[in-house]
Structures are given as structure tokens and as C-alpha cells.
């Protein structure tokens, strides 16, 4: 069994920065695929940006230039830093890894940016 837990969603002014940490219960030196998604009301969720275990890296095009995506993998965590957040960033953001053949994901962390 995976546990995650992720941190640091609140609320923002429009053009202000937020920082999302996730804190895995296991090591995630191994794990290939992590990443943040995200949930809108009304909206399915949606990839924002994912990490490899080589550090390589995806965005969505809607966050690209925006929000960075890293993993610390002595901490086993791995963080979004957001900048420029805009409106329509508003959503649940989750933390996902893909581990033991499915996906584990955290409870979620709430992000309001306000315009």
C-alpha cells in the first residue's frame, strides 16, 4: 500500500504563486511515473505535469512556461511549483504514482486562485 499526502494549495490572487508538495510513504527512487493532476468541478481530471525517474519531464500545454514539476527522491517527495497562476488554474490538485501495477493517489489539496 502507497500513502500520499499532499500540501501547500490555498488561495491566490491571479498572477501570484503557489508551491504543492507531496510526501510518498514509500520510496519513490524507483517509481517511474509520478505526477500532478488535477480536478475542476464539472471537469475530469487532467494531467498537469508528470516526472520521470531520469527527471524528464511533460506538460500540459496550458501550464508549459508556468509550473515546474520536481522530485526529491532522498525525501521521496515531489513538488509543482506554480507561478502566474491564472482563474482557470482553480481546481483540486492531486498527486499520483503509478506503483505495484495501478495508481495511488493522494487526498487532494484544494487551489483557488482569484481574479
Known amino acids: 500500500q502507497v500513502q500520499l499526502v499532499e500540501s501547500g494549495g490555498g488561495l491566490v490572487q491571479a498572477g501570484g504563486s503557489l508551491r504543492l508538495s507531496c510526501a510518498a510513504s514509500?520510496?519513490?527512487?524507483?517509481?517511474?511515473?509520478m505526477g500532478w493532476y488535477r480536478q475542476a468541478p464539472e471537469k475530469q481530471r487532467e494531467l498537469v505535469a508528470s516526472?520521470?525517474?531520469?527527471?524528464?519531464?511533460n506538460y500540459a500545454d496550458s501550464v508549459k512556461g508556468r509550473f515546474t514539476i520536481s522530485r526529491d527522491n532522498a525525501k521521496n517527495t515531489v513538488s509543482l511549483q506554480m507561478n502566474s497562476l491564472k482563474p482557470e488554474d482553480t481546481a483540486v490538485y492531486y498527486c499520483g504514482i503509478f506503483v505495484v501495477s495501478r495508481w495511488w493517489w493522494g487526498p487532494g489539496t484544494q487551489v483557488t486562485v482569484s481574479s
Open positions: 514509500r520510496s519513490i527512487l524507483s517509481i517511474n511515473s
Open positions: 516526472i520521470t525517474s531520469g527527471g524528464s519531464t
